[in-house]
């Protein structure tokens, strides 16, 4: 491609990431790395075109992630229509590796592993044995979804990811596009884990002429089909996105209408008649008028999944769904003595800045190696100096905790000894994924047989995308739990959001409570607790349903088993 030619963020990034990728094969520093990774990130998920702003002498490193060095490189690949170190590296490497350099988002040393294993040399024998399970059955479900991920042209994108996205989005529409008014709708707006595809609501009095002024999102974005009522495009980012318009006089049923899921549209219609006809004889500017005429409450967004919300608002039973402002603690966080990166007290004052009253360093157990696993005696030292800590601190609360590692037996991974000085603990599982259901469920119903056994941490231990988790009988853990007196946490992580909002909805039902905390391992990370009360307000958490909402002296007599 001549340097002439106008590139999309799409096209610049993936550059970035191919470098990257090579990189990684050749062993470079894993910060260089990350960082081009970063870059390609920032780049992707920009409305503005960066060939653009390099064309016009823009400053590309006021962009979060671009450096000097990575902006002249961004420079190269819009002027020159190459990145001579890519091009440099791709001759270096063998034909397969270069045919995987084609998908940038693929692990390339983790898939000629495969190609080592497996005796193949090419995508396509890639694609044949992924679609035939063989990559499932020798590798496992976590490699078969990486490599399906990395080979889809289109593909899906975690909530938090679609946060920023969503908001470059709307700013584009509004600055850009002529747009009033602008709302992301469907998945996105019931907070579901992954989106496949967006969906946004437009006011504009031309829809023409603001479909064809998003062309030029991320520099180039190519629209695959227009018609009155809609319009669907391709975006760099990985989903599809729709942009549907609607009048302001009917803005409230067409966000009804867009929003709920389709179970959801299903229920609704047996109070309210068809929601077509409704929209050619009424008008509903907000969806606040159309739940008065039907006599319902108000039905959050979250909750619109075609569960019990209908019978509950035609009730007016719907729960009052947890807020921020309802925590009174974060009860998962890591230290520099494990593998987070902020000290002790960091993390105190970072959640008093939260107003917080109290926070839970919960470091990890010595059986996690790779996470600098706490020794009995590094556990000791640390009890001491949450202890000396708090006589120092106003305001907030250390509450002494540790991470630790269920073992395959059952058994915890620190000796009753230890466990009874600190103040809770949280259990989690981190190894031997590959033990069956059975397996699985007896390992976490013994560890919860332990008396100082307090939080289930993680209880499946997926990763949204990346992996599906192990498989344990909820029903059964949940029921012994409430034996137990545990308690079961909603890890605010975002690619993992476990447990899912459906285990959610099973352990506030059968009465136990849930921790919604961080896993946080710095100080910025304690944001994240956004993702966590977005799942919970999908399970229909209320405030009584949630274990740090208590008070400081309520809640340790919670942990008193």
């Known amino acids: 491609m001549s340097g002439s030619a106008t590139l999309s963020n799409a096209e610049i990034a993936d550059r970035l990431s191919s470098l990257a990728q090579l990189l990684t094969v050749k062993g470079d520093n894993p910060y260089k790395i990350r960082a081009y990774r970063r870059a390609a990130?920032?780049?992707?998920?920009?409305?503005?075109?960066?060939?653009?702003?390099?064309?016009?002498?823009?400053?590309?490193?006021?962009?979060?992630?671009?450096?000097?060095?990575?902006?002249?490189?961004?420079?190269?690949?819009?002027?020159?229509?190459?990145?001579?170190?890519?091009?440099?590296?791709?001759?270096?490497?063998?034909?397969?590796?270069?045919?995987?350099?084609q998908h940038p988002r693929l692990d390339a040393k983790r898939v000629l592993r495969v190609y080592k294993k497996l005796g193949l040399s090419s995508i396509e024998e890639l694609r044949k044995a992924l679609d035939s399970g063989q990559i499932d059955e020798v590798f496992g479900a976590r490699m078969a979804q990486h490599i399906r991920q990395g080979l889809i042209e289109s593909s899906a994108i975690l909530l938090y990811h679609a946060h920023s996205l969503v908001a470059a989005i709307q700013h584009f529409l509004l600055k850009k596009c002529g747009v009033a008014r602008a709302i992301a709708t469907g998945d996105y707006r019931r907070c579901v884990e992954v989106i496949s595809s967006l969906d946004f609501l437009v006011e504009t009095t031309d829809f023409r002429d603001a479909v064809e002024a998003f062309q030029k999102f991320g520099g180039r974005t190519p629209m695959l089909e227009l018609t009155a009522k809609a319009a669907t495009f391709s975006l760099p980012a990985g989903p599809m996105l729709r942009l549907e318009p609607a009048f302001r006089n009917h803005w409230g049923l067409a966000l009804i209408r867009r929003t709920g899921s389709k179970t959801h549209l299903s229920k609704l219609t047996r109070v309210t008649g068809s929601l077509s006809a409704l929209d050619r004889t009424r008008q509903f500017s907000t969806e606040e008028e159309f739940y008065k005429e039907f006599g319902l409450q108000f039905i959050p967004p979250e909750l619109r999944e075609g569960r019990d919300e209908m019978r509950l608002a035609r009730e007016r039973k719907l729960p009052a769904l947890i807020t921020q402002e309802d925590l009174r603690g974060d009860l998962h966080m890591h230290t520099e003595a494990s593998d987070g990166i902020a000290t002790l007290e960091q993390m105190a004052l970072a959640a008093k800045s939260r107003k917080y009253a109290y926070v839970g360093i919960s470091d990890h157990s010595p059986s996690l190696k790779i996470a600098n696993g706490l020794s009995v005696e590094r556990l000791k030292e640390q009890i001491r100096a949450i202890d000396k800590?708090?006589?120092?601190?106003?305001?907030?609360?250390?509450?002494?905790?540790?991470?630790?590692?269920?073992?395959?037996?059952?058994?915890?991974?620190?000796?009753?000894?230890?466990?009874?000085?600190?103040?809770?603990?949280?259990?989690?599982?981190?190894?031997?994924?590959?033990?069956?259901?059975?397996?699985?469920?007896?390992?976490?119903?013994?560890?919860?047989?332990?008396?100082?056994?307090?939080?289930?941490?993680?209880?499946?231990?997926?990763?949204?995308?990346?992996?599906?988790?192990?498989?344990?009988?909820?029903?059964?853990?949940?029921?012994?739990?409430?034996?137990?007196?545990?308690?079961?946490?909603?890890?605010?992580?975002?690619?993992?959001?476990?447990?899912?909002?459906?285990?959610a909805r099973m352990i506030r039902e059968a009465g136990v409570l849930i921790a919604i905390s961080t896993d946080s391992h710095s100080t910025g990370e304690l944001a994240t607790i956004r993702y966590g009360l977005e799942q919970a307000r999908r399970a229909g958490l209320e405030k009584a349903a949630v274990l740090n909402t208590r008070s400081l002296s309520e809640i340790l007599k919670l942990f008193a088993r």
Request: hydrophobic share 40%; charged share 30%; aromatic share 6%.
């Open 41 to 101: 990130a920032t780049i992707r998920g920009l409305g503005e075109s960066v060939d653009e702003l390099v064309r016009n002498e823009g400053d590309l490193t006021t962009y979060e992630g671009i450096g000097k060095a990575i902006a002249f490189a961004v420079r190269e690949i819009v002027l020159e229509g190459k990145l001579g170190s890519l091009e440099k590296l791709r001759a270096e490497v063998p034909p397969e590796v270069v045919a995987i350099n």
């Open 389 to 503: 800590l708090n006589e120092k601190l106003t305001g907030i609360r250390i509450l002494k905790s540790a991470e630790v590692d269920i073992l395959a037996d059952g058994t915890l991974d620190y000796p009753d000894e230890i466990l009874r000085e600190l103040d809770y603990t949280v259990c989690s599982i981190h190894s031997r994924f590959g033990m069956n259901k059975e397996q699985q469920t007896e390992r976490v119903l013994r560890a919860m047989d332990n008396r100082y056994f307090n939080i289930l941490g993680h209880a499946t231990g997926r990763l949204l995308l990346k992996r599906p988790g192990y498989e344990i009988d909820v029903e059964r853990v949940i029921a012994h739990a409430k034996e137990n007196c545990c308690f079961f946490e909603l890890n605010s992580s975002p690619d993992r959001l476990d447990v899912s909002a459906e285990n």
